[in-house]
């Protein structure tokens, strides 16, 4: 067995000792306390070694929401910008979506923006997503109006928005699913998303139909509320799609959005 899955299985061992004494009665915090302390200073010793396997290990473990603890931040962070070594800066930026990790967001950004793999983009990409953090903003609304960057990283980062459930997210959502404006999978994708945001992205949707040129009668939406209030949205982005394929995805057919 090679030692960073020993290492892993110790911090495991660990944890369920702890589990085991409060069952027998040895409760006392500070005994767990003390185990959860072996368990991280192990991870932070792994991840100042001089074999990958053993820094993408230690980071994995302090990703975990029982031993993500500050102390860690700083370590991972140079793991992420400056580790040569691509699956252990993946794991790096993954394990910075703990919430333990406050400021975690702006290095997860500088990965996202920086950061020469793809894949170590996405693992960050996919932190974000866990965190919901709104700084991160700014951000999605550069990535999505870069065409250096692929249809499926604009993608991720549309899935990403759709996690937010913010009105600036559904703002963003609604400029992606633009079909003048926007490659056909992020538009599709966006409108995916849009469709899943329930009830309360109506008026940010209807906003944003309306200065397209749109008309909606707002009798229409007034009775699509009064019989099922979560399908709203499905259905309008169910007509807008309609307008759009009519249109050939070229300039859209403006007018009465249901007739």
Not at 205 to 229: C, H, K, N, T
């Amino acid at each position: 067995m090679n030692r960073p899955i020993r290492i892993s299985l110790l911090i495991v061992l660990m944890f369920g000792m702890a589990a085991c004494n409060l069952q027998n009665g040895e409760s006392s915090s500070s005994r767990q306390g003390a185990d959860r302390e072996a368990a991280l200073h192990a991870c932070l010793r792994m991840l100042e070694s001089a074999n990958p396997s053993e820094r993408q290990a230690g980071a994995r473990e302090l990703g975990r929401p029982d031993l993500a603890d500050p102390v860690a931040f700083q370590p991972l962070c140079r793991l992420l910008h400056d580790d040569s070594v691509v699956m252990v800066r993946r794991h790096a930026a993954f394990a910075l979506r703990a919430a333990a990790y406050v400021e975690a967001t702006d290095e997860l950004v500088q990965c996202i923006l920086f950061d020469q793999d793809q894949n170590v983009r996405l693992d960050a990409m996919h932190a974000l997503r866990v965190r919901r953090d709104p700084a991160a903003m700014a951000m999605f609304e550069g990535l999505l109006a870069n065409r250096r960057e692929t249809p499926a990283f604009r993608e991720e980062v549309v899935e990403t928005l759709g996690a937010y459930r913010t009105r600036d997210a559904m703002n963003l959502l609604c400029r992606a699913a633009a079909f003048e404006h926007s490659v056909g999978p992020v538009r599709e994708q966006a409108l995916d998303q849009l469709a899943e945001q329930g009830c309360e992205a109506v008026p940010y949707f209807l906003d944003y139909l309306q200065g397209e040129g749109f008309v909606i009668a707002s009798s229409v939406v007034d009775e699509m509320r009064r019989d099922d209030p979560d399908s709203v949205m499905p259905q309008l982005v169910r007509a807008y799609r309609q307008k759009a394929r009519a249109a050939g995805y070229g300039v859209a057919q403006r007018g009465q959005l249901f007739p």
